[in-house]
């Protein structure tokens, strides 16, 4: 097989790097041996393509929604709208609900079916307010010991005017510091697109799950093209650079569990699909069952701060 | 007679191609090398603060001789084997010999008129103060060696958010330094967090909003998402201040906005405030 451009380009990169004049402690010579490995892999990793498809399915219009889930998995659904500040976030579901006899408050991010709902719920995409939402049901949950889950599914925190001069950032930190302190059981599943700042404000969980064909990211491929490559129409060769399937976020430790969907994806069979994350949901929560409060922080935030490869 | 909007044809006047970086962009005023470290890269005509480098900020909070840097061994790794334009061990190794630093963070003990603190710097110049899992591993052991040495954290920010080579564990320095914030905080140690422009995506929306004191330096840029980014996104016309210190500090997001020549002893009377009475 000749080898492909991408290839071609390594080489002489790795030719290049190999050059440098080395800075003590730069570690280029393990990277020399990174590349190399690279090299040798490219013909064994997954396309372009098959990871673009991935992206695809993620967004799919007919992918099953937080609302949706919560329909089929829930018993005696009570759906809390207030942030008990400013305003109701439609882009944000806060609530109560029994799984399996049990009392558990869920939070996730909604988007809409129709041009109507898609607007009002700002594609999934929260205001500051729906962060508030969030922590105001996350702190109930801690005073009454109900476990929490969160279904993430947000292109990204809103962009707005509005949002900035009401503390986005801050937000989004806080919403974190919450999870971080609470003493109640976390098991977060990413259902769809899971979008940088985003979609962590609302996982830093005891237990992370993933759907089969949900993308986690730290920016969209499109953005990442707009930057890294001056031009958002390499999407594809971004989502294929920083990797943002389920599989791959499994591998570096990022998540725990991959979960299930029908073949094709979630949006073929959403009833086979809630079943399966119920299951999934399910099988994490008894896990954490019977493990003390101050355990189960330490445990968590231990989790989260052995995050990260450096040399 | 049909009235001419003045100020909407200056407001769409073309930017002026980039001047020389000792140029004031606001008046234009010229200076030399030594001039502006004199000045604490001020703009001595009109205020104006200059990107100030991680080591130059020290120098200038810390007491002379009092810094003893930590985690200088640290080093990025490249674990996604990341290939945009160019590689990521690339685009490091350039910014390590541009910048004479490890990565966009140096951490350590410092004194602060003769208070102790450990301190915890940024720097702009290394890939935009991005944050990867050096800047994250830094800021999680400088939390650790405050809470060890019972003094407070006082961090210095300025970066353009998380760092998109690293994908997801980028993402993921976000809860792994509120988690050690959180920790700090556990231990009954003080967070001091100053924003120096710009602090804009991941760090603002991890530990650097979430100090016991939030001050930032004037006109620094604040925002989660840039000011381009909102604009396109929404069509409309953002304010003139949109993101920037004054605004977040009159919408109530930060408690002071602090001159850089008044930092070190705005941070010194914060500091005897956090003490504890013995």
Redesign the interface.
């Known amino acids: 097989m000749p080898p492909t451009e991408?290839e071609l380009?390594?080489r002489e990169?790795l030719g290049?790097?190999r050059n440098?004049?080395l800075?003590g402690?730069?570690?280029?010579s393990?990277?020399l041996e990174?590349?190399q490995r690279?090299i040798e892999r490219i013909g064994e990793e997954a396309t372009d393509e098959e990871i673009w498809r991935k992206v695809e399915l993620a967004r799919d219009e007919d992918r099953p929604y937080t609302l949706d889930y919560v329909e089929r998995l829930f018993d005696d659904w009570f759906e809390l709208h207030g942030d008990r500040a400013l305003g109701d976030d439609g882009a944000m579901i806060a609530g109560l609900g029994k799984l399996d006899g049990r009392t558990v408050v869920l939070v996730g991010q909604q988007k809409g079916r129709d041009v109507h709902e898609r607007a009002s719920r700002r594609f999934g995409m929260p205001n500051p307010e729906g962060y508030r939402k969030a922590w105001h049901a996350m702190e109930l949950a801690d005073r009454h010991g109900f476990p929490v889950v969160t279904l993430v599914d947000t292109p990204g925190?809103y962009?707005?005017?509005f949002?900035?001069?009401?503390?986005?950032?801050?937000a989004?930190?806080?919403s974190?510091?919450i999870m971080?302190?609470l003493k109640v059981p976390i098991v977060a599943c990413v259902i769809g697109e899971g979008g940088?700042?985003g979609?962590?404000?609302i996982?830093?969980a005891d237990r992370v799950l993933m759907q089969e064909n949900a993308i986690?990211?730290?920016?969209s491929p499109e953005g990442?093209a707009a930057?890294?490559?001056r031009d958002a129409g390499q999407k594809k060769?971004?989502a294929a650079?920083?990797?943002?399937d389920a599989v791959?976020?499994r591998e570096?430790g990022?998540i725990d569990e991959v979960v299930s969907e029908p073949v094709g994806g979630a949006h073929i069979d959403p009833d086979l699909a809630a079943r399966l994350l119920g299951q999934a949901l399910r099988e994490s929560l008894a896990e954490l069952d019977g493990i003390p409060g101050d355990d189960l922080r330490r445990r968590?935030?231990?989790r989260?701060?052995s995050?990260?490869?450096?040399? | 007679m049909a009235k001419i909007d003045v100020s909407v044809e200056t407001n769409d006047q073309p930017t002026p191609p980039p001047s020389h970086p000792n140029t004031c962009p606001s008046c234009h005023s010229h200076y030399r090398d030594d001039e502006l470290e004199k000045s604490q890269w001020v703009c001595e005509q009109c205020g104006h603060h200059f990107p100030m480098r991680a080591r130059a900020r020290i120098a200038s909070l810390a007491d002379p001789g009092s810094f003893a840097e930590e985690a200088t061994e640290l080093h990025s790794a490249d674990p996604l084997g990341f290939f945009d334009l160019r590689p990521y061990t690339e685009r490091l190794a350039q910014a390590e010999m541009e910048t004479g630093l490890a990565d966009a963070m140096v951490i350590g003990r410092a004194a602060i008129e003769k208070r102790q603190c450990e301190l915890a710097v940024m720097d702009f110049a290394f890939m935009g103060g991005s944050m990867g899992s050096v800047v994250g591993e830094k800021f999680s052991r400088a939390c650790d060696s405050a809470a060890e040495a019972k003094m407070p954290l006082v961090a210095v920010t300025s970066s353009g958010g998380a760092r998109m080579q690293e994908g997801i564990l980028a993402l993921m320095q976000l809860p792994k330094t509120v988690a050690a914030v959180e920790d700090l905080h556990d231990s009954g140690q003080a967070l001091l967090c100053v924003m120096a422009h710009p602090t804009t995506g991941g760090v603002l929306a991890s530990f650097a909003t979430l100090g016991d004191i939030v001050l930032a330096e004037p006109n620094a840029l604040m925002s989660f998402a840039g000011p381009r980014v909102v604009q396109e996104i929404t069509k409309e016309k953002l304010p003139d201040d949109f993101g920037r210190a004054e605004q977040n500090l009159r919408y109530g997001q930060i408690d002071a906005i602090v001159p850089r020549p008044e930092l070190r002893p705005t941070l010194s009377r914060l500091l005897r405030l956090f003490d504890a009475p013995n």
């Open positions: 991408h380009r390594l990169r290049r790097l440098l004049p800075l402690g730069a570690r280029i393990g990277e990174r590349l690279q925190a962009p707005g005017v949002a900035e001069q009401h503390g986005q950032g801050a989004i930190a806080r974190q510091s971080a302190r940088s700042g979609a962590i404000a996982a830093l986690y990211s730290v920016i990442c930057i890294l490559w060769k971004a650079a920083f990797r943002p791959h976020c570096l990022v968590r935030r231990a989260f701060r995050l990260g490869v450096f040399a």
